[in-house]
Structure formats: C-alpha cells, structure tokens
C-alpha cells in the first residue's frame, strides 16, 4: 500500500539548534514536497524535489534546506531554528504533471523554544 | 506565482443541507485542480480532480470548473456530521500543487 512516512511525529527544539525533519516513500514517486501549514495560511510549499540529488525552492524556502539523498527519502533541515519556525510540516510524494494527488504523511509538529 | 484563494473562510451547515465552496486562482495556464479534505489532526486527504471546462460528480461531490473565470468549486450534497474538516483547494504550479487557505466547513446533526 502506497505510504509516506514522517518522522518525529513530534520535536520540541531550542531557538538556534539545528532540527532535522525526516521522510520516507514506498510510492516510487518521482517528486516529493515539504509544506507547513499554519493557521489561516493553508499548505505553503517549502522545497521540492524531482529526484535523487534534485532540490528545488518552493514559495518559503528562507531558513530551510532540504535534501534528497535517494528516490524514497526527503529531509527538511533547519540549520538554526526560530520561533517562528513552530508549525506543523508534511511531506508527501507524488507526480503532480502527471495528475497523481500528492499522498501527504501524518504531519510533524514542531515547537521552537 | 500561482496565487489561490479560498471563500469562505469558514461555514456551519445543518445536516442534509448543500454545502458550496469556492477557490480562485490566479495562472490561467494551470492544468489541474485539486480538492482536499483535512480532518482535525490528519493528514490531508485528494477528495477529487478536474482539468477541463465544467463539472465532474463523484457520489455526493461535485466540482465546477471554469478557466476563463480563473475559479472553481466545490459542492457538497446531503451534508454529514462525517463531512466537518478544513477544505483545501489546490492548483498546479509547475511540479507541485499550491493551496489555498482553506475552508472549514461544520456540519451540524
């Protein structure tokens, strides 16, 4: 069965710490995305990525790298964490130009102290 | 930039009823449209798709497409308690899907 997976689930980081936020695929998707969604803003597009060795900016990518080390991992890293980086983030994977839906993880919440 | 809004913000509908939601955007080249549907602590859900000119019916969902008018909707018949979530509209921009604020709908028994 087609699967993203997220982890933590949850992360309490301290403000200039360094947080990395984990994604795996059994789709053999070619495209994967990060998104953190807040309230009263939607799904906003971190980064994404078409394949391994492949990043690209999304619409907020100040403060955020990613990296895409193979076709089933995506990671999120925040070198140094802020306050206002507290927010839920999800991954998902799925060939958008194709009009395959995104298949979206469970989402990790993460809190910036 | 592919820019997406949605309307209403938020609406409480009493069960049974007909429930309708809106999303604009703003690239009049993009090729598909995209309802998601989010319940509390989850992860959102592809409810259905569109790519051309009209309307497209799945069970007791219906969305309206028109290009020209850069909008879309979503209709939702015969509402149930089960269909209180955050309503989230997407448009392709390029590899990816940009989405809109969201709408909370409340159905109410």
């Known amino acids: 069965e087609a699967a993203v997976t997220q982890s933590p689930r949850n992360k309490v980081a301290v403000t200039g710490g360094k947080v990395t936020l984990s994604c795996n695929q059994t789709?053999?998707?070619?495209?994967m995305y990060w998104y953190r969604q807040d309230t009263g803003h939607g799904l906003r597009l971190i980064h994404y990525?078409?394949?391994?060795?492949?990043?690209e900016k999304g619409d907020i990518p100040d403060g955020y790298k990613a990296s895409r080390p193979s076709q089933e991992n995506f990671s999120l890293i925040l070198e140094l964490a802020t306050p206002s980086q507290t927010s839920v983030y999800f991954c998902?994977?799925?060939?958008?130009?194709?009009?395959?839906?995104?298949?979206f993880g469970e989402g990790t919440r993460l809190s910036v102290l | 930039q592919q820019n997406v809004q949605q309307s209403p913000e938020s609406l409480i509908v009493p069960e049974g009823a007909r429930t309708s939601l809106n999303c604009t955007f703003s690239?009049?080249?993009?090729?598909y449209f995209w309802w998601y549907r989010q319940h509390s602590g989850k992860a959102p859900k592809a409810l259905m798709?569109?790519?051309?000119?009209g309307e497209k019916e799945e069970g007791r969902f219906t969305i309206h497409l028109n290009k020209a008018s850069l909008h879309f909707s979503l209709h939702i018949r015969d509402s149930q308690p089960s269909d209180s979530a955050l309503y989230l509209c997407?448009?392709?921009?390029?590899?990816?899907?940009?989405f809109g604020t969201g709408t909370t709908v409340s159905v109410s028994p």
């Open positions: 990525s078409y394949g391994a060795g492949s990043t």
């Open positions: 690239d009049s080249a993009s090729q």
């Open positions: 789709n053999n998707h070619n495209n």
């Open positions: 798709s569109i790519f051309s000119n």
């Open positions: 997407a448009v392709t921009g390029g590899r990816a899907l940009i």
């Open positions: 998902a994977s799925g060939d958008v130009a194709d009009n395959q839906a995104p298949l």
